[in-house]
């Protein structure tokens, strides 16, 4: 099918800050020093239910229980997993210190509301439906057979065109299930809907799907938390479970099951997790027992040196980049648009601890991509806009300015967004003579960089004075680089920046950041004045920061570069959509 329409996400996902894990909520701080040997025991202040807001607050000593998917409370910078800790009545023991942001995937940092999930002219590939249903998209206007039954689980999953509340979450693991199982010709898939977390109510409803399909395929409640029960009720309904975890990363708490002639695969709730064990384990599976054995695999170089887990298969969504190679896409195994994005999956061997740069790994390919344009670097709303009008399929990964450097500088991304700032310059003192050779600097925009608060926060010395609650931004970004900056500047260079409540909790984005601010998770935090204006946010300017333009030499001189180039320079048309931009002259010219 081809899209009609250009598609918008109409929410942020994630669209709040969630655990990852069944564990305790906790300021990373009150478990500084926990180990095996040596616990840490904190106060537990009560339980956040999935689906609802929570009530409480963690203070340092205290924890509270989450499940995982659950809203973080204020106050807790990271989650304690459950395998880490011993409960003794209202007090629980803690084995492992965590660092701050460990285990929680925060609001947006998957993809915000307004961005382009699907253009106009698009094939709507199986990774486009999970996108479009994350976001809770319904419906898009579209130019014009072995039996699966798949179904959801969980308290907190609705259905897409439904009103998001707090805590929820849309349903995209079924639409993209069965979208990935249609495209291989070979099956005849029906949504059954969403299940809650209730045992009666599940081992009715697969005791009578079991007699109609061959195969069941359900997404959630395979893990071994409190409200994980789905492999306990296969039991009740008299069915045999064969398997429960397989050894890949993500994908680990999925699990087989007889039940009679049909059987039941349970799949992870993260889409990422449960999309890997669809395309590496499920779809191979099924085309073998056809006799269609191939399984599309290939060797590929890697971009750059990565980690791997030994004992574990290691699956990561993967782009080739201008080189050849794989450039592997980093994120939460909450996150679908890394899979939207990608070739395929690169699978990194249990055997290993790492990959140097060049080696081979295995790459499935999930689909061969029309891609005009890659952009690897900075967030920025207006950016992609740009692209999106310039280049047909444009690919963007947000990597922060000095990961968009290093694409460039290793010859993977074709356009790089940077904003970093040294000794009150921007941007123009990174080219040197290697990244000179084969890329050139071009002036972009302004963007006013300030602190954004709901009462009106007007300084870091008034954060660290009244005891508020900053959401940092990531190392690596541009924003991060000025934040130290102002800290230093008002505070003094030999200030212990870690003093300031919450500067080890890193947001990706900005408006990642504006939306914590306005949640209430945390106080105030450093955005570009855009997104004060369209959340409704208090702004105090910290200084207008130039946004510039790494592009490859190559591109630059290519009729796509040229079409790029040309709408960089009539930036300022977009004023009026874009408030809080700034638009020089010199857009477009060489500045480096």
């Known amino acids: 099918l081809i899209c009609s329409e250009d598609v918008f996400s109409k929410e942020d996902v994630p669209p709040f800050d969630r655990s990852e894990v069944d564990g305790y909520a906790v300021n990373h701080k009150s478990v500084e020093g926990a180990e095996e040997d040596s616990p840490v025991t904190l106060g537990i202040v009560g339980e956040i239910e999935i689906g609802k807001k929570p009530g409480i607050e963690v203070a340092e000593g205290g924890a509270a229980y989450i499940s995982t998917g659950s809203i973080i409370p204020r106050g807790a910078d990271a989650v304690v997993m459950v395998e880490y800790t011993s409960r003794d009545g209202d007090r ?28 106009k002219g698009s094939i709507i590939r199986p990774e486009t439906i999970a996108l479009l249903a994350s976001s809770g998209i319904d419906k898009v206007g579209t130019m014009r057979k072995l039996m699966i039954g798949i179904f959801s689980t969980g308290n907190e999953i609705i259905e897409p065109g439904s009103i998001l509340g707090e805590g929820m979450i849309y349903d995209s693991n079924s639409y993209y299930f069965k979208s990935a199982l249609d495209a291989t010709g070979l ?139 794989a450039y592997p896409i ?97 941007n123009t003192f990174i080219m040197d003579g290697d990244l000179a050779k084969h890329s050139v600097l071009l002036r972009g925009f302004s963007r006013v960089q300030g602190i954004v608060s709901r009462e009106g926060v007007s300084s870091f010395s008034e954060i660290y004075r009244k005891n508020l609650l900053f959401v940092n931004r990531n190392k690596g970004s541009g924003t991060r680089d000025l934040i130290d900056s102002e800290i230093e500047r008002e505070l003094g260079k030999f200030f212990h920046k870690e003093d300031i409540r919450g500067y080890l909790w890193e947001a990706k984005s900005h408006a990642a950041v504006a939306k914590s601010v306005v949640q209430g998770r945390a106080d105030a935090g450093v955005s570009i004045q855009f997104y004060s204006m369209a959340l409704g946010l208090k702004f105090h300017k910290i200084r207008d920061e130039d946004y510039d333009i790494l592009i490859r030499k190559e591109v630059m001189n290519s009729p796509v570069g040229r079409r790029f180039i040309s709408k960089l320079k009539n930036s300022a048309s977009y004023a009026n959509e874009f408030p809080g931009y700034i638009f020089p002259d010199n857009m477009g010219e060489l500045i480096g």
């Open 187 to 325: 099956v005849s898939c029906e949504l059954l809907g969403i299940l809650r977390d209730d045992e009666k109510t599940m081992a009715r409803s697969i005791r009578k799907w079991a007699g109609i399909y061959d195969i069941l395929i359900s997404s959630g409640s395979t893990s071994a938390g409190f409200h994980d029960m789905l492999y306990r009720v296969i039991e009740n309904v008299g069915g045999e479970l064969k398997f429960h975890g397989i050894a890949i990363k993500p994908g680990k708490p999925t699990f087989l099951a007889s039940l009679g002639p049909s059987i039941l695969i349970g799949m992870p709730g993260f889409p990422l997790s449960s999309a890997s064990v669809m395309k590496y384990v499920v779809i191979p599976s099924i085309k073998e027992a056809y006799g269609i054995g191939e399984k599309e695999e290939k060797r590929i170089r890697l971009a750059f040196r990565i980690n791997a887990e030994r004992g574990k298969e290691t699956v990561l969504p993967a782009i080739i980049g201008r080189s050849g190679r």
């Open 330 to 426: 980093f994120g939460e195994s909450g996150s679908i648009s890394r899979l939207y994005y990608a070739d395929g999956l690169i699978i990194l061997s249990s055997r290993r601890n790492f990959y140097e740069r060049d080696q081979s790994v295995r790459f499935f390919r999930l689909e061969n991509k029309e891609r005009e344009m890659l952009f690897i670097g900075s967030n920025d709303p207006l950016i992609e806009r740009i692209l999106y009008d310039s280049a047909r399929s444009p690919t963007l990964i947000n990597a922060g300015s000095w990961g968009g450097v290093e694409a460039i500088r290793i010859g993977e991304a074709d356009v790089a967004g940077i904003h970093l700032l040294k000794d009150g310059i921007y």
């Open 92 to 119: 629980v023991n803690i084995y492992r210190s965590v660092s701050p942001g460990e285990n929680i995937a925060h609001t947006g940092s998957d993809f915000f509301r307004g961005e382009v999930l699907a253009r």
